[in-house]
């Protein structure tokens, strides 16, 4: 089966600009997740959805970072106005139907680059 | 809070040797822990996923045991190879949260 989907694969930007992520998790995943890793430091997660819907965002800086499942299957990871802290690679995972037993399995990321 | 550690946080042995990877975490009630590797430049493969009723689990030269009364879980590589240089890390699940995932320790098998 094809594994989760993450574009681009590396972005570099000057801070205060915006930014965007896409993901595309495995086929049939019905949960998806993004997470920030910092360098050196284990992922962190900033939202999970189930379906088009959302289960948690606590940890999403919501004054700047946003995201979306619209259809339930493709999303998207907003940042804007960047910040120099926000350089990190986006890793979005997916899981099949959210239940808590199920491993999850994640893309490459995205390497952001704040300048 | 959980919070997870790893310790070490960089090991290096020679090809052939067994060794032990070492997980942390300070609330016991746990719903499950999971092993995961990383290439750089890469995302996360879970290597064996372990529920909190289950004391161990063992995929290939890979064998993972979980101690919840004690907040420790360990990865046991055997017979390493040069293939299995890379980042390991270890993420918690408590009942009703998400994951929380320690450090990692970046592993190197010189040849």
């Known amino acids: 089966e094809a594994g989760v989907a993450q574009s681009p694969r590396y972005k570099i930007i000057e801070k205060r600009q915006s930014v965007a992520f896409w993901c595309n998790p495995i086929s049939g995943h019905a949960t998806l997740y993004w997470y920030q890793q910092i360098l050196g430091q284990g992922p962190k997660l900033l939202i999970q959805f189930q379906n088009n819907g959302v289960v948690d965002d606590s940890q999403l800086p919501k004054d700047r970072f946003s995201a979306e499942r619209l259809k339930g299957v493709d999303s998207t990871l907003k940042i804007q106005p960047a910040k120099l802290e926000d350089s990190a690679v986006y890793l979005c995972?997916?899981?099949?139907?959210?239940?808590?037993?199920?491993?999850?399995?994640f893309g490459d990321g995205t390497r952001l680059s704040i300048l | 809070k959980q919070e997870v550690t790893q310790i070490p946080a960089a090991l290096s042995v020679p090809e052939g040797e067994n060794l032990v990877l070492n997980c942390s975490f300070t609330?016991?009630?746990?719903?499950?822990l999971q092993w995961f590797r990383q290439d750089p430049g890469k995302g996360l493969t879970s290597l064996l996923l372990i529920q909190s009723s289950q004391r161990e689990q063992t995929s290939g030269r890979l064998n993972a045991s979980l101690d919840k009364s004690s907040g420790r879980s360990t990865l046991y590589i055997a017979a390493s190879q040069p293939g299995d240089s890379a980042t390991y890390l270890c993420a918690v699940r408590n009942y009703g949260q998400n994951f929380v995932f320690g450090p990692g320790t970046r592993l190197s098998v010189l040849p």
């Open positions: 609330d016991s009630a746990i719903y499950n």
């Open positions: 995972a997916s899981s099949f139907e959210g239940a808590r037993n199920q491993p999850q399995h």
